[in-house]
């Protein structure tokens, strides 16, 4: 079973998913001072769903004005 890891940007007001496990974005990433892993920091953070379905809600409950884009 995949993990779909959300990349919250608040910057650019955007929400990206990653739902596959060799995504090189997804494998890389890290955490910074602003922006963290399965915590969101002042720009945003990573954070890891069980689903799709489960992404999508926490995007529309919390960020629904953000972009949603799909990477892979």
Same mark, same amino acid.
């Given at each position: %079973?995949?993990? !779909?890891? %959300? /990349? !919250? $940007?608040?910057?650019?007001?955007?929400? &990206?998913? @990653?739902?596959?496990?060799?995504?090189?974005?997804?494998?890389?990433?890290?955490? &910074?001072?602003?922006? *963290? !892993? /399965?915590?969101?920091?002042? $720009? *945003? *953070? #990573?954070?890891?769903?069980?689903?799709?379905?489960?992404?999508?809600?926490?995007?529309?409950? /919390?960020?629904? @004005?953000?972009? #949603?884009?799909?990477?892979?």
């Amino acid at each position: %079973m995949n993990v !779909i890891c %959300m /990349n !919250i $940007d608040r910057p650019n007001q955007k929400c &990206t998913v @990653h739902e596959s496990s060799s995504c090189k974005y997804a494998a890389k990433r890290s955490e &910074t001072l602003f922006k *963290g !892993i /399965n915590e969101l920091k002042r $720009d *945003g *953070g #990573w954070l890891d769903f069980r689903d799709l379905a489960s992404a999508k809600a926490y995007h529309k409950q /919390n960020f629904e @004005h953000y972009e #949603w884009c799909k990477h892979c």
